[in-house]
């Protein structure tokens, strides 16, 4: 008789995955413990994108009213963005502050993002005496700021600023659409995406996009070559100064 030893062996089991945790208000309570109120999280969307601005948003949610379902915007779908967007409003004390594509331009991305969220906490109606902010940089705040990396599926506080900054700059990218037909900001919110990359490669960039960011100096340099300074060789050695350098050497041998 044959036994068919495979039925003697366990089934294995795939393990699974554990949800990520959601972010919670731990971290607030226990600074309110010890006295320490008004806490403001503060987040920023839109450093990647290659179009428009940056957005940050600073919020100070009230313990006894926080809306159900916060959680890092990058977690949730875009209608449930927008429903936690107006519970937010309705509820806590929420500011907003934008840093142009100039300003991207002028001081780069990481400096105008940190400029706009601090704004974003002086902006808010009572002064936090602690600030979270997502990341790995501090703010220069007049109260204590601490910076949490993932602060956006951790802190709740960053959590509801990361939905204000996310769904605030989603609507002036809508807006810039209808502006500017053809590059589809409507869909993918300037971020360089194929779709994105193509429109940029046949139509050019616009004055929203960031100058300095690969693709739109490459499709700059194709559009509008004009608007590119050359850069100069410092290795080339040019005819003029050739000739200035053979005139020194014979003056300096017509002095011996």
């Known amino acids: 008789m044959i036994r068919d030893k495979s039925a003697r062996k366990p089934v294995k089991e795939t393990p699974k995955r554990a949800a990520p945790a959601k972010a919670s208000f731990r971290r607030e309570r226990a600074l309110i413990k010890r006295g320490v109120w008004p806490i403001a999280g503060c987040d920023e969307a839109g450093r990647g994108p290659l179009a428009g601005p940056v957005v940050a948003a600073a919020v100070i949610l009230d313990p006894d009213r926080i809306p159900r379902g916060i959680d890092d915007s990058k977690r949730l779908t875009a209608e449930e963005r927008e429903k936690l967007f107006d519970k937010i409003c309705a509820t806590a004390q929420v500011s907003v502050a934008v840093a142009s594509r100039s300003r991207i331009d002028r001081d780069n991305i990481l400096r105008a993002s940190l400029w706009a969220l601090k704004r974003a906490v002086v902006a808010l109606p009572?002064?936090?005496?602690?600030?979270?902010?997502?990341?790995?940089?501090?703010?220069?705040?007049?109260?204590?700021?601490?910076?949490?990396?993932?602060?956006?599926?951790?802190?709740?506080?960053?959590?509801?600023?990361?939905?204000?900054?996310?769904?605030?700059?989603?609507?002036?990218?809508c807006a810039l659409?209808?502006?500017?037909?053809?590059?589809?900001?409507?869909?993918?919110?300037?971020?360089?995406?194929?779709?994105?990359?193509?429109?940029?490669?046949?139509?050019?960039?616009?004055?929203?996009?960031?100058?300095?960011?690969a693709p739109v100096a490459a499709a700059r340099a194709k559009h509008m070559p004009w608007t590119v300074e050359p850069v100069r060789d410092l290795f080339a050695v040019t005819e003029l100064e050739v000739q200035v350098e053979a005139s020194v050497e014979i003056d300096a041998s017509a002095g011996l």
């Open 177 to 213: 659409a209808q502006d500017c037909p053809g590059y589809g900001f409507e869909q993918h919110k300037g971020y360089a995406v194929p779709e994105h990359l193509d429109a940029l490669d046949r139509l050019g960039p616009t004055i929203h996009h960031r100058s300095f960011f």
């Open 126 to 173: 009572d002064a936090p005496r602690h600030v979270f902010v997502d990341g790995r940089d501090r703010l220069d705040t007049a109260c204590d700021c601490e910076a949490v990396i993932g602060g956006d599926g951790i802190v709740l506080s960053i959590a509801a600023a990361s939905i204000i900054a996310k769904v605030t700059r989603d609507r002036l990218m």
